[in-house]
T-cell receptor
Framework: DAGITQSPRHKVTETGTPVTLRCHQT?????MYWYRQDPGHGLRLIHY???????DKGEVSDGYSVSRSKTEDFLLTLESATSSQTSVYFC??????????FGPGTRLTVT | DAKTTQPTSMDCAEGRAANLPCNHS???????VYWYRQIHSQGPQYIIH???NNETNEMASLIITEDRKSSTLILPHATLRDTAVYYC??????????????FGTGTRLTIIP
């Protein structure tokens, strides 16, 4: 357990509204990731960060932006939520070369 | 990344050893085998990883064949809390962080009381 918390844990929002999900870690891990998990697709990487203010796109980054102003926080923003962004979002962190540690997830519903 | 093949589902009696197979016939020489699991509604949990040699930790053992084309995750004394989806992933180890874990459909392991 890498001390990862995600907030909120559940959110329902309307199409077109902005949404920000927060990932907070207490282990000082360098790398942080945002994934989404949907039935039939497994986990897909949205964005990742390799340091403060250093981020890059993953395989499904369209419609999402991220920011990392502090080592411990990685924010995922949906500028204008769409129904296709209804999903479970997981944050993960990594310190060395090997395992990633995952947070408990945020269930987002866009109506 | 090398593709992996796992059975869709397996059952195991509580207290027995659960052996979960994974085929990765296209694995390259510097790719590691990772195992994660996901208990219902929770985030994935790292279990173990290995390159060539068999590995053991407090959760499980990983047996990798000599040709590295397949591996088996062993949970030595399965409990009901081990019921989960188990993912076998083949990936380079990277200190650059720019990797994504490709989770396939995994094996749904059910521990039977």
């Amino acid at each position: 357990d890498a001390g990862i918390t995600q907030s909120p844990r559940h959110k329902v929002t309307e199409t077109g509204t902005p949404v920000t999900l927060r990932c907070h870690q207490t282990e000082n891990h360098r790398y942080m990731y945002w994934y989404r998990q949907d039935p039939g697709h497994g986990l897909r990487l949205i964005h990742y960060s390799y340091g403060v203010k250093d981020t890059d796109k993953g395989e499904v980054s369209d419609g999402y932006s991220v920011s990392r102003s502090k080592t411990e926080d990685f924010l995922l923003t949906l500028e204008s939520a769409t129904s296709s962004q209804t999903s479970v979002y997981f944050c993960a962190t990594k310190d060395g070369a090997y395992e990633q540690y995952f947070g408990p997830g945020t269930r987002l519903t866009v109506t | 990344d090398a593709k992996t093949t796992q059975p869709t589902s397996m059952d195991c009696a509580e207290g027995r050893a659960a052996n979960l197979p994974c085929n990765h016939s296209t694995i390259s020489g510097n790719e590691y085998v990772y195992w994660y699991r996901q208990i219902h509604s929770q985030g994935p949990q790292y279990i173990i990883h290995g390159l060539k040699n068999n590995e053991t930790n407090e959760m499980a053992s990983l047996i990798i064949t000599e040709d590295r084309k397949s591996s088996t995750l062993i949970l030595p004394h399965a409990t009901l809390r081990d019921t989960a989806v188990y993912y076998c992933i083949v990936r380079f180890a990277s200190n650059f962080g720019n990797e994504k874990l490709t989770f396939g459909t995994g094996t749904r392991l059910t521990i039977i009381p």
